[in-house]
């Protein structure tokens, strides 16, 4: 039987931001605000999209962003409490949408309760005169992976929040941590949940061995992230051909997390040099092995650039209205572009596993097959002339392109700064 973690399709959440919540965590004795309820308005919305799961950013109780958490066992109460989860996975259940929950492992937050209580001082990795920090954040405390305690509070996190329906995990900063320690892991929990998913946040390295050492059934594809927007900026489609190279060899291995953009990098609509090549990027990401995970304001072409400063990543994490119909009717293009595209391949499943072969590759148009039970092309132009693809097309049809669904003509002529997804017909 096919499980639902092979052919998942993510819209990506970061509650604190989307919710409007303070940036600071609340004083004590400050009543709990129940924003997490305002995520169940939202649910139809990412149905219609196309998407079957919520993937969360951090919900547990922390002292700013959500990353340096104090409470691995409750929830922020700036978004809600139990109840509010409760509520929350009950609503997506209703609907068919798995959750998906941010865990931070790597370290706490300097205010969590445990860090400098001298009975869990063996959970710190002590450095120089201080304690160890990620990548030079003060506020950010390491844990110390080696040691038994650690792994048996994680094992607890894990098992708690599945316990109460989340579906999985995505793994902050897995980079950063021994693959064994995920091993090591996952061996206590997976016995208690055989269905749950895992998929770590690796931003470079060996993704392949990093999933093969650690049992993680995903991690995060930064290679493809970054050939997307890099190869249409540049006119150089021979970068996206070779991240897809590296993609297909990616397969033997797992099935990486797909994304055009996340919490932690500029939009696409922002990164991009020309706002003809949106669809172009997410023509790619949803005709290529994966997981694709939409982020949310990007299915509705929001702009933000992310600084490197403090605040920095509040452009790309902002708030959302309380009902989808207060978004700007400007946006609701690109929203139609992800439904569709997410509807070819909820059409054709099996592009989840699917070898990409190029059959036309030139500096500015490249034509990619995905091969199964069917066959997909797609064709990408950011030359200023129209490219008439040299391919055979017996057979095959528009499904898509950026003129819109089912055009006529010939299937192999793409406009300029054009693309088209052919399918069989």
Same mark, same amino acid.
């Given at each position: 039987?096919?499980?639902?973690?092979?052919?998942?399709?993510?819209?990506?959440?970061?509650?604190?931001?989307?919710?409007?919540?303070?940036?600071?965590?609340?004083?004590?004795?400050?009543?709990?605000?129940?924003?997490?309820?305002?995520?169940?308005?939202?649910?139809?919305?990412?149905?219609?999209?196309?998407?079957?799961?919520?993937?969360?950013?951090?919900?547990?109780?922390?002292?700013?962003?959500?990353?340096?958490?104090?409470?691995?066992?409750?929830?922020?109460?700036?978004?809600?409490?139990?109840?509010?989860?409760?509520?929350?996975?009950?609503?997506?259940?209703?609907?068919?949408?798995?959750?998906?929950?941010?865990?931070?492992?790597?370290?706490?937050?300097?205010?969590?309760?445990?860090?400098?209580?001298?009975?869990?001082?063996?959970?710190?990795?002590?450095?120089?005169?201080?304690?160890?920090?990620?990548?030079?954040?003060?506020?950010?405390?390491?844990?110390?992976?080696?040691?038994?305690?650690?792994?048996?509070?994680?094992?607890?996190?894990?098992?708690?929040?599945?316990?109460?329906?989340?579906?999985?995990?995505?793994?902050?900063?897995?980079?950063?941590?021994?693959?064994?320690?995920?091993?090591?892991?996952?061996?206590?929990?997976?016995?208690?949940?055989?269905?749950?998913?895992?998929?770590?946040?690796?931003?470079?390295?060996?993704?392949?061995?990093?999933?093969?050492?650690?049992?993680?059934?995903?991690?995060?594809?930064?290679?493809?992230?970054?050939?997307?927007?890099?190869?249409?900026?540049?006119?150089?489609?021979?970068? +996206? @051909?070779? =991240?897809?190279?590296?993609?297909?060899? &990616?397969?033997? /291995?797992?099935?990486? *997390?797909?994304? #055009? $953009?996340?919490?932690?990098?500029?939009?696409?609509?922002?990164?991009?040099?020309?706002?003809?090549?949106?669809?172009?990027?997410?023509?790619?990401?949803?005709?290529?092995?994966?997981?694709?995970?939409?982020?949310?304001?990007?299915?509705?072409?929001?702009?933000?650039?992310?600084?490197?400063?403090?605040?920095?990543?509040?452009?790309?994490?902002?708030?959302?209205?309380?009902?989808?119909?207060?978004?700007?009717?400007?946006?609701?293009?690109?929203?139609?572009?992800?439904?569709?595209?997410?509807?070819?391949?909820?059409?054709?499943?099996? +592009? @989840?596993? =699917?070898?990409?072969?190029?059959?036309? &590759?030139?500096? /500015?148009?490249?034509? *990619?097959?995905? #091969? $199964?039970?069917?066959?997909?092309?797609?064709?990408?132009?950011?030359?200023?002339?129209?490219?008439?693809?040299?391919?055979?097309?017996?057979?095959?049809?528009?499904?898509?392109?950026?003129?819109?669904?089912?055009?006529?003509?010939?299937?192999?002529?793409?406009?300029?700064?054009?693309?088209?997804?052919?399918?069989?017909?």
């Amino acid at each position: 039987m096919t499980s639902w973690k092979e052919h998942a399709i993510w819209w990506h959440v970061y509650p604190l931001g989307f919710t409007g919540a303070e940036p600071v965590a609340l004083p004590p004795g400050a009543p709990v605000r129940h924003r997490l309820r305002a995520l169940e308005g939202w649910l139809d919305y990412a149905v219609e999209l196309g998407c079957s799961g919520l993937q969360l950013g951090p919900i547990f109780a922390s002292e700013t962003h959500g990353y340096d958490t104090i409470d691995h066992f409750r929830i922020d109460p700036r978004l809600g409490d139990d109840a509010d989860f409760d509520r929350l996975v009950a609503a997506a259940g209703a609907r068919g949408l798995r959750i998906v929950l941010d865990g931070v492992f790597n370290h706490v937050g300097r205010g969590h309760p445990l860090f400098g209580d001298p009975a869990h001082a063996h959970w710190f990795v002590p450095e120089g005169e201080g304690h160890r920090t990620f990548e030079g954040h003060h506020g950010l405390v390491t844990l110390d992976h080696e040691h038994p305690d650690v792994l048996d509070h994680v094992v607890r996190v894990l098992d708690h929040w599945l316990g109460r329906g989340a579906s999985g995990w995505r793994l902050d900063a897995a980079y950063a941590m021994p693959a064994a320690f995920w091993r090591r892991a996952l061996a206590r929990v997976r016995p208690r949940d055989a269905e749950a998913w895992f998929g770590g946040e690796v931003i470079h390295g060996d993704y392949a061995a990093y999933v093969a050492e650690s049992g993680l059934d995903s991690v995060t594809q930064y290679e493809l992230w970054k050939a997307l927007w890099s190869s249409l900026n540049d006119g150089n489609f021979f970068e +996206l @051909a070779w =991240a897809l190279k590296r993609h297909d060899e &990616l397969l033997e /291995t797992f099935t990486p *997390l797909t994304f #055009a $953009g996340n919490h932690d990098v500029t939009r696409l609509a922002s990164r991009l040099d020309d706002g003809r090549h949106v669809g172009h990027a997410l023509a790619v990401l949803f005709t290529v092995a994966g997981l694709p995970s939409v982020y949310y304001g990007d299915e509705q072409g929001f702009r933000g650039v992310k600084e490197d400063r403090p605040g920095g990543d509040d452009a790309v994490r902002p708030a959302f209205p309380g009902r989808p119909e207060e978004l700007d009717p400007a946006g609701w293009p690109v929203y139609r572009l992800h439904q569709r595209l997410i509807g070819l391949r909820r059409r054709h499943p099996w +592009l @989840a596993r =699917a070898r990409t072969n190029l059959l036309h &590759l030139t500096n /500015t148009a490249v034509a *990619l097959e995905a #091969a $199964g039970p069917g066959r997909v092309l797609t064709l990408l132009n950011v030359g200023g002339e129209p490219c008439r693809f040299p391919l055979e097309a017996a057979g095959l049809a528009v499904a898509e392109s950026s003129d819109g669904p089912a055009t006529g003509g010939d299937p192999c002529l793409v406009p300029a700064h054009g693309w088209k997804i052919l399918t069989l017909s």
